[in-house]
């Protein structure tokens, strides 16, 4: 889900919402995403976004893992008609989601752990 709120006749901010679930030998980890970015229209129909993304694990039992995380998303938008329209965007993770905290082992140095949550987008999509 999106929405689209015009600032001028070039840019807009456009919130959005994702559910995402990722499952590997039978464990999965759902996630909610916030993506929050400024677009530029270059032309009237093709468009240029950045901004930040926040997501969310939703799992109960997470180990080691944060449940808050941060990127940086970059993307490329193109209106097909009013309402159809296609993009393509990438988020880089800035948020270390190793929880260090949790590692109760001493002899295990943790200064060097990072896991960061990194999505790749294409899109299809429909303007109400």
Do not use: C, W
Request: charged residues 25%; hydrophobic residues 40%.
């Amino acid at each position: 889900m999106f929405a689209e709120f015009p600032l001028s006749e070039k840019f807009s901010i456009q919130p959005e919402f994702h559910y995402s679930s990722v499952t590997d030998d039978g464990e999965s980890l759902d996630n909610l995403i916030l993506p929050v970015f400024l677009k530029y229209y270059i032309t009237e129909k093709f468009n240029v976004m950045s901004g930040l993304q926040f997501d969310y694990f939703t799992e109960k039992d997470l180990g080691n893992l944060k449940r808050f995380g941060l990127g940086l998303g970059i993307g490329l938008g193109y209106d097909i008609t009013d309402s159809i329209l296609i993009s393509s965007r990438y988020s880089f993770g800035i948020t270390n989601r190793i929880d260090t905290q949790e590692f109760i082992d001493d002899f295990i140095d943790t200064s060097d752990l990072s896991a960061k949550t990194n999505i790749f987008q294409i899109g299809l999509g429909y303007r109400f």
